[in-house]
């Protein structure tokens, strides 16, 4: 478990700063195409030509911009399952009854809905203000695919019940904020591997394209930070 006092902002801060002016925000890119020995990137403000491209855009996107240069490679991304996943963050004051440690995962046998609570004061010094507690609950998942799209008053009310049945604590709210990402996390099912292998060899064969992302070798941040390097490695022509 880990993070910055100032947020996980604090990484994506750091990228940006070393890209500088290359950085070009809010311009979704639409499509891929190939036009002698370049890429072409389509956005919405414009194409740019260029002889290296990463992909790094969730698996369903990737499959998009590249339906027309690797049709069957587009189709296995594309049918990677996204889970759904609902986050609700709950801010207070009274910390009465607050457990130590860094939080709960709540098997599914319990019958808890919430998948897990973070509770951040004990594990992150400077996150938050020193007379306040935070917590933040996931919910959703691949079992519970229809939960994040309930309301965030039901979201937060089913939170809050679950943190009192499965620690004791009684959280009374003075903010609370949901978010969703309905293509949450993506599902890494049996054989998935050799789906990417078999992904990554034909964008391989097509020169100077290569992917990143969480799907292609495991979920976790450090994976997902892990796949860039080593695409950006590869297509600088360096070892893994
Ligand atoms: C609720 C939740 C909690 C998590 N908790 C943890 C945790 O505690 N620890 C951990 O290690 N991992 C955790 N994960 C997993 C981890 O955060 C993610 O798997 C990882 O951050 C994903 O990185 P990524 O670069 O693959 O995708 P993203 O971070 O989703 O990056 C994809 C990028 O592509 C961009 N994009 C999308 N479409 C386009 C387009 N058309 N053109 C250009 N750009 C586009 C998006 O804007 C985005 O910036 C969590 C995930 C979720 C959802």
Known sequence: MYSFPAGMSVMMDALAQGLGNGLKLGTPATR??????????????????????????????????????????????LAVPMSAVAVV??????????????????????????????????????????????????LGGATDMKLPERSDEELTAIALADVERVTGFVPRTERVRVHRKLKGIPQL????????????ATLDSLGG????????VGVSIEHAAQSGVAAARALMGEAP
Request: proline share 8%; glycine share 10%; net charge positive.
């Open 89 to 138: 963050h709950m801010m207070g004051r009274d910390r009465t009854g607050l457990p130590e440690g860094f939080g709960v995962l709540n098997p599914r046998t319990e019958g808890v809905r919430t998948l897990g609570t973070l509770f951040l004061p004990s594990h992150i010094p400077g996150r938050q203000p020193e007379d306040r507690w935070v917590l933040t609950s996931i």
């Open 189 to 200: 099912r049996v054989g998935h591997a050799a789906r990417m292998r078999e992904v990554m």
């Open 32 to 77: 891929l195409s190939r036009s002698g020995d370049e890429w072409a990137v389509h956005t919405e403000r414009g194409v740019w030509r260029t002889p290296r491209v990463v992909v790094a855009t969730p698996p369903h996107v990737a499959g998009s911009l590249l339906s027309e240069v690797a049709p069957a490679a587009s189709e296995r991304l």
């Open 209 to 216: 394209l290569a992917l990143a992302g969480n799907y292609t």
